[in-house]
Structures are given as structure tokens and as C-alpha cells.
T-cell receptor, first 110, second 116 residues
Framework: GIQVEQSPPDLILQEGANSTLRCNFS?????LQWFHQNPWGQLINLFY???GTKQNGRLSATTVATERYSLLYISSSQTTDSGVYFC????????????FGKGTRLSVIA | DTAVSQTPKYLVTQMGNDKSIKCEQN?????MYWYKQDSKKFLKIMFS???????INETVPNRFSPKSPDKAHLNLHINSLELGDSAVYFC???????????????FGQGTRLTVV
């Protein structure tokens, strides 16, 4: 099955800074999702992005499927961005369930 | 309207007890899942159901028994709870199971199970 690796594992930012989170996956995918787990434990869908670029407010994501990676950009970070960011891809041949990376723990300091 | 809802949100119980977690989705999805998140935040699939039928069982101990009375519900029953079962359990759903369809998954708010 697919392997999903995320970097960096931890990130501390000053409020207002920008950051890039990376997700590498070991096989071709037709689904790639980014989630934010907030400090209350909720898993919030950020992007469903098997390829290309999407933007949602201060967040954007790019997946380069041919090179097997995806990037999540956070601009002008806020303290509410703190939490753990996960990427996930289907286990094999595009069939679910999702395999998750270990996450990037982001702390935004005021 | 909550898309995927689980109850209860918190569950504290003694070793050896039997407990259930309920999950309902109002998205009209065909596929539902149970995931387990351990103390290191690692998320791993436990079960997948498609149209009420079990399609994936990830070598989970048979003390864990999922039940899907209909497409919108997937409950998780756990017998003889052990300390190691303490974790956060997430229910999720997606429209389709296979890559040819829409496999975007949506998660419930999680159930934090603590076994003492």
C-alpha cells in the first residue's frame, strides 16, 4: 500500500509569518486530502486535491501528482491556525480508505 | 446541520466493560469508516463499509464489532475493554469507495475513549 510522509514534523511560527508544509507519497494517487486537526481534536477538511492548485482564503495547496508530492501553504498565519496538519491518500489503486501521514504540528505564537 | 456525527464525544469506562459508539451521516454517502487515533496522533483505518457491507477489516481484534443497520449509520461495539483500547475513534464517510468516483472523506468530531 501507499506510504505517506510529511515534513516538517513540528513547526513554530510567529503570527503573520508564512509557511509551507510538504507531503510525499509513494504511489500515484487520484485523491489527496489535507486536514487540520484543531486543538479540540476536530478533523477539518481543508482540500481535496488530487492534482493542480486550489486556494481557500489564506490557505492554498498544490499537488504535483507526477512527482508524488503535495504542498500546503499557509500565509499570514494566525494563532487559530495552530494544530496538526495531516495529508492522506487512498491506500491502493485509488481505493479508499485513506492512509494518513504522521502530521505536522504547527504552533503559531502571538 | 452536522454532516457526520458521533456519540458520545467522551467515554470513560472500566476495563472489562462493553461499550458502543454511534455514527450517523446525512451526506447520502455509500461508504463509511472507523479510524483509530492513538496517543501519538497517528490515524489508522479499522473498518470500511460500503452499502452496509463490510469491505475492509484491518486485523482489528474481534472484540471490536462494527454494525451498519443502513447506509447512513455505522456503529462500533467494543467488548471486554482493555487499557490499550484508550484512543480517539473517528467515524468518516465518502460518496464512493473506488477511485473512479468521489472519494473525498468527511470525519465526525471523534469519540475519546478512556479505559481505566
Amino acid at each position: 500500500g501507499i506510504q505517506v510522509e510529511q515534513s516538517p514534523p513540528d513547526l513554530i511560527l510567529q503570527e503573520g509569518a508564512n509557511s509551507t508544509l510538504r507531503c510525499n507519497f509513494s504511489d500515484s494517487v487520484n485523491n489527496l486530502q489535507w486536514f487540520h486537526q484543531n486543538p479540540w481534536g476536530q478533523l477539518i477538511n481543508l482540500f481535496y486535491i488530487p492534482s493542480g492548485t486550489k486556494q481557500n482564503g489564506r490557505l492554498s495547496a498544490t499537488t504535483v501528482a507526477t512527482e508524488r508530492y503535495s504542498l500546503l501553504y499557509i500565509s499570514s498565519s494566525q494563532t487559530t491556525d495552530s494544530g496538526v496538519y495531516f495529508c492522506a491518500a487512498p491506500r491502493n489503486s485509488g481505493n479508499t480508505p485513506l492512509v494518513f501521514g504522521k502530521g505536522t504540528r504547527l504552533s503559531v505564537i502571538a | 446541520d452536522t454532516a457526520v456525527s458521533q456519540t458520545p464525544k467522551y467515554l470513560v469506562t472500566q476495563m472489562g466493560n462493553d461499550k458502543s459508539i454511534k455514527c450517523e451521516q446525512n451526506l447520502g454517502h455509500d461508504t463509511m469508516y472507523w479510524y483509530k487515533q492513538d496517543s501519538k496522533k497517528f490515524l489508522k483505518i479499522m473498518f470500511s463499509y460500503n452499502n452496509k457491507e463490510l469491505i475492509i477489516n484491518e486485523t482489528v481484534p474481534n472484540r471490536f464489532s462494527p454494525k451498519s443497520p443502513d447506509k447512513a449509520h455505522l456503529n462500533l461495539h467494543i467488548n471486554s475493554l482493555e487499557l490499550g483500547d484508550s484512543a480517539v475513534y473517528f467515524c468518516a464517510s465518502s460518496q464512493d469507495f473506488s477511485g473512479s468516483g468521489n472519494t473525498e472523506a468527511f470525519f465526525g468530531q471523534g469519540t475519546r475513549l478512556t479505559v481505566v
